[in-house]
């Protein structure tokens, strides 16, 4: 386990350091990585000079506590999350190496609930809501890839209407 960590550890790496000459472009397509609230795959379209479609799919809950209150009992675990937002961004450098965006969105939760007329058993609480969402993007000069960082809030709005959650997220993208 510990030595097939390690290799994607070091092909991960060696992949981000290989020269390439393509420069990032923003009418496209990328994929990549986001860990934070929500973790998993991270799916962008740029479109325009300056608008792009942001799509995350992973886990829920795992960064800001498995356990924690939700409406009259409280979440257990972790669950699945799916969230898109519109996005604006510009250039922050002449270069535009460095993007700053802001969006607004929606996201899609499902985790155990264990309400306490279950007697600690759960049922899966299926949740909808609003999120908005802010962040840089960084460009390396010549290379395929972007990182970003971002931070931005989720407001539910079914099942428990207004139960507010932190969305952080770190991440790297292919661009293509």
Do not use: C
């Amino acid at each position: 386990m510990k030595k097939s960590f390690l290799l994607t550890v070091l092909a991960l790496v060696g992949w981000v350091m290989t020269p390439n000459n393509a420069q990032a472009q923003y009418n496209n397509w990328s994929i990549g990585a986001r860990i934070g609230e929500p973790s998993g795959i991270n799916i962008r379209k740029y479109f325009g000079t300056n608008h792009a479609f942001d799509l995350n799919i992973g886990t829920y809950g795992g960064i800001y506590g498995t356990k924690r209150s939700y409406r009259a009992g409280e979440y257990k675990s972790v669950g699945l999350a799916i969230q898109g937002h519109f996005l604006w961004h510009a250039a922050l450098t002449k270069s535009e190496s460095i993007r700053a965006y802001y969006g607004f969105g929606g996201q899609i939760n499902n985790r155990r609930y264990y309400p306490p007329r279950l007697n600690g058993e759960y049922e899966n609480a299926l949740s909808l809501g609003g999120s908005g969402i802010a962040g840089l993007e960084y460009f390396p000069t010549g290379k395929p890839y972007s990182f970003f960082l971002e931070t931005g809030a989720y407001v539910e709005l079914l099942q428990a209407p207004f139960f507010l959650n932190l969305n952080t997220g770190v991440g790297l993208r292919y661009n293509f």
